[in-house]
């Protein structure tokens, strides 16, 4: 654990997830154990309605955002996974959600972002050019930036 997080920051979180996302299982991998000499299970974070575990951290972020905050919506930069974390937890705290995708992003994506009812702005070659455009955009409109992983409530 890092210095902005400890056990009473994921406890809460927990509580906060408690209802909304999917308590996922764990299976073992014979394979992964064998090959390891030990135990190896897989937690199965791919059957989370968005995909993938990065729902967990933006829902938690957005849920701690005070209503005002809330009502100037929320923006990210990712090429997937937590660009479709943001726009479900975004859909699921009624907060309008804008995120910035490469211009290479997968479609499906792309889609399924879309789907969970973000505005889309393709910019950029890279995920790090599209973050550069997702924090002038927060400056530029009072939008909350939604880090992918660099804040305590993510994290937590």
């Given at each position: 654990m890092t210095d902005l997080v400890g056990l009473a920051d994921v406890e809460a979180a927990r509580?906060?997830?408690?209802?909304?996302?999917r308590t996922t299982p764990l299976e073992p991998s014979r394979p992964l154990s064998a090959r390891l000499g030990g135990p190896a299970w897989l937690k199965c974070e791919n059957l989370q309605r968005a995909g993938s575990y990065k729902v967990r951290g933006a829902y938690v972020r957005i849920a701690r955002l005070s209503d005002?905050?809330?009502a100037r919506g929320v923006v990210a930069a990712s090429a997937g996974n937590h660009a479709q974390g943001v726009a479900?937890?975004?859909?699921?705290?009624?907060?309008?959600?804008?995120?910035?995708?490469?211009?290479?992003?997968p479609l499906p994506k792309v889609a399924?972002?879309?789907?969970?009812?973000a505005a889309i702005e393709l910019v950029g070659a890279t995920v790090d050019e599209s973050l550069v455009a997702a924090k002038e955009f927060a400056e530029r409109t009072g939008a909350v930036f939604i880090h992918p992983f660099d804040h305590p409530d993510v994290i937590a």
């Amino acid at each position: 654990m890092t210095d902005l997080v400890g056990l009473a920051d994921v406890e809460a979180a927990r509580q906060l997830l408690a209802g909304v996302v999917r308590t996922t299982p764990l299976e073992p991998s014979r394979p992964l154990s064998a090959r390891l000499g030990g135990p190896a299970w897989l937690k199965c974070e791919n059957l989370q309605r968005a995909g993938s575990y990065k729902v967990r951290g933006a829902y938690v972020r957005i849920a701690r955002l005070s209503d005002a905050e809330r009502a100037r919506g929320v923006v990210a930069a990712s090429a997937g996974n937590h660009a479709q974390g943001v726009a479900l937890a975004a859909e699921m705290l009624g907060t309008s959600a804008t995120v910035f995708m490469p211009v290479g992003a997968p479609l499906p994506k792309v889609a399924a972002t879309k789907g969970y009812g973000a505005a889309i702005e393709l910019v950029g070659a890279t995920v790090d050019e599209s973050l550069v455009a997702a924090k002038e955009f927060a400056e530029r409109t009072g939008a909350v930036f939604i880090h992918p992983f660099d804040h305590p409530d993510v994290i937590a």
